[in-house]
């Protein structure tokens, strides 16, 4: 179960100290990198967070972490409080919502487009085009494919979802049959 | 009763000895008696005689004998007759008395118990009277009751009739807007499903870069 007040609080202590050094892209990366980490290897979670293990040695778990990480001395002091305060299990959610504080404070969104094809350049910049009007922030996109949509495209920003794909057309065209006496 | 009788038995019985107490002295005269009887038969015989011959005053002479029979009957009679009136004449008065009184009182109370049965007779005719007057009052209420019910019944029929048949109605209604809805819903997804293969089989990439453009297009005019 994700912890997002939680994790919000934790985040945005971490974003200011980031902010008053200037290093909250670094921390954001580093963040992103070891939730990658954790979902890569999900026996690191337990171990940073099962109780059962000592927590000088989960301690020196998550030093040995930053320390490849090279992480600079507030992150990885932050991170151990993490550890001692037993909270190392929201660690991905603080990534998460760290990131949206960095969006925030670059006037970035992160967008997801689905498409039943691979869209060319030009058509991927005239969604970022039309998503950063709509939203009135820069757009950074990711894609993917799903040939179910048949056609057409479904961007998400946010809260924001744009369905233009031929699948939901048709439902929609099924349902208003359907709706109608 | 049983007074009346001790009475009367021994007066009975001093009756029969006065009778029998002059016996001896008839017995006595009876030869002097014998020879008048004789002479008395003899008399009716010799009676026409005399009648013919003129003896008639002989033969109708009295006997001292015989009145001194006739005198001790008398006696006798009349001394019974005393013995009776001293002896029987209270007891039988006080018990014709207590008769008549019996009598009398069974006659009343016979009356009484007649005018009773009268008095029955005549209450239990009104009261049949009565019975039959509310036999035919209950039987009079029974009927307006039934035909208060046949009525009922039959509202209550012809209402449920109404329903039975307003409630068909709409289950004839339901299943057949059901079975619009069903064959609505069925010919949908099978136009979608048709529409879906035929626009899969038909788009090509360009046709899905149009679209995309379409759709942006659209999206900016909107916003």
């Known amino acids: ?181 | 009763m049983k007074r009346f009788y001790n009475r009367l038995i021994p007066t009975l019985f001093l009756t029969l000895c006065l009778i029998a107490a002059p016996l001896p002295l008839m017995a006595t005269s009876s030869p002097a008696e014998g020879t008048g009887h004789e002479a008395a038969a003899t008399a009716p015989a010799s009676h026409g005689e005399a009648g013919a011959t003129g003896h008639h005053g002989e033969a109708g002479t009295v006997t001292k004998a015989q009145l001194n029979d006739l005198f001790w009957r008398v006696v006798v009679f009349a001394v019974l007759v005393i013995l009776l009136v001293k002896f029987t004449a209270k007891p039988l008065g006080t018990a014709l008395s207590a008769r008549r009184q019996q009598v009398r009182e069974e006659i009343e109370n016979l009356e009484t118990r007649r005018q009773d049965a009268e008095k029955a007779y005549q209450e239990l005719v009104a009261k049949l009277e009565g019975i039959e007057k509310d036999i035919k009052e209950i039987v009079d209420r029974a009927v307006v009751q039934a035909e208060k019910e046949r009525v009922r019944i039959i509202e209550a029929a012809e209402k449920s009739a109404t329903d039975i048949t307003r409630q068909a109605e709409m289950a004839v209604q339901k299943e057949l807007l059901d079975a619009k809805r069903l064959l609505r819903n069925e010919m949908a997804d099978k136009a979608a499903a048709m529409a879906e293969q035929i626009i899969k089989n038909s788009l090509t990439p360009d046709d899905q870069l149009r679209i995309v453009d379409q759709y942006l297009s659209k999206v900016e005019a909107v916003q």
């Open chain 1, 1 to 181: 179960m994700k912890q997002t007040i939680l994790a919000r609080r934790y985040a945005k202590a971490l974003f200011m100290v980031g902010k008053e050094k200037g290093v909250f892209s670094q921390y954001n990366e580093t963040l992103r990198t070891l939730k990658d980490v954790y979902q890569a290897v999900p026996d690191i979670a337990v171990a940073l967070a099962n109780p059962m293990y000592p927590l000088d040695l989960r301690e020196k778990l998550m030093d040995g972490i930053t320390a490849s990480l090279q992480v600079d001395k507030p992150l990885g002091n932050f991170l151990r409080l993490v550890v001692q305060k037993k909270r190392a299990a929201i660690i991905p959610d603080i990534a998460e919502e760290f990131a949206a504080l960095v969006d925030a404070e670059n006037n970035v969104c992160q967008g997801h487009v689905v498409s039943a094809i691979a869209l060319n350049d030009d058509t991927l910049k005239k969604v970022r085009e039309t998503l950063a009007k709509l939203t009135g922030k820069d757009v950074q996109l990711t894609t993917s494919i799903d040939t179910s949509i048949i056609g057409g495209i479904i961007a998400k920003v946010g809260d924001l979802v744009l369905d233009g794909s031929i699948r939901t057309q048709i439902a929609g065209l099924k349902d208003s049959i359907k709706g109608r006496e």
